[in-house]
């Protein structure tokens, strides 16, 4: 029992490092990872991470732009033909690192053909969805948007649109069925870590309402009011000062920076944030909800599991694991 245990947490542990490889890989802005020594984060990375003015979330490496030339008229119904006739690809070993991808179903090519040089920049170029896996552990589920050009005959021009696809429309629950099936092919349970982009603006969002409304009832997260009535009860504001530093990038009052110590005291809130934030209805977090909705259960949080720099902006590193029974 031990043993199994103890294989079993390996693995898991390999599979957030095969994240945190595959993030720092990614297209995030910066790539550098944070060294969890003496400090999270320097001063000039603490500002509030908006990257335009009309969303507050994180630039999602889950969402580049992809084009797909097309005759027809850009609707959604072409969209959902993109993505309905779409077919699944995967490569990589069987059960060790592979990568689920979903390809337009005009494009005919074998993704494990290493002889073909331009064969990885075909695939980023066309690629609707991915998602990866490691053994019987699944992440990194992401979408891109589908951008289709109408050519107008009459005078040569042409019109582009983008839709952004969300993880359940845009073809990763396709690419999921089938890594759940790989990863319990040999008796293992599939497990999947999701990634929470957009934490921090959530929580930093609960806070400012409550704090303008100066009145604690008007607080949207039932996991922070707790942590609230738990500061009024023993006077200790050490979890919400620490939570709140997390969450806006700004240090605590007497500290320079939101460093190792402000993680540690925000541990138990934040992870408590992050599990409310993960089962939010209205899907907050897609790729929880995704794992969620293909009947994976919220197990626990995974504190610290991804130090990317902009991931710990974004959700303050941290990541959710589901187990599908």
Known sequence: MLLMSSIRKRAATQAVLQYRQYASQSSHPNKQQYRLSNKITKTPLLQKYNPNASSSHPPRSSYTTRTLSSTTTTTESSQKNIMKNAKVH?????????????????????????????????IQASKLASLRAHRNIIFGARVYNVTTTDADDEDDSTTTMTTPLNLMTGGCKRLLNVALNDAAEYGEQPQAIAALYGLCDWVSTCIHEMERE??????????????????????????????????????????????????????????????????????????AALYRMCGGELTNVEHLADRSEDYIRSAGGAMVRFYFL
């Open 90 to 122: 995967i490569r990589g070993e069987k059960y060790g690192s592979r990568e689920y991808i979903l390809l337009p179903s005009n494009l005919t090519i074998d993704v494990n053909d290493d002889s073909d040089a331009s064969l990885e920049s075909t």
């Open 214 to 287: 100066r009145n604690a009832d008007q607080c949207s997260s039932e996991a922070l009011l707790h942590i609230i009535q738990e500061q009024e009860k023993t006077g200790d504001s050490t979890t919400y000062e620490a939570i709140k530093a997390i969450a806006t990038g700004i240090p605590r009052p007497g500290h320079s920076v939101v460093g190792v110590g402000t993680f540690r005291d925000g541990q138990k809130g934040w992870e408590t944030l992050a599990t409310e934030y993960a089962m939010t209805q209205d899907g907050l977090a897609q790729e």
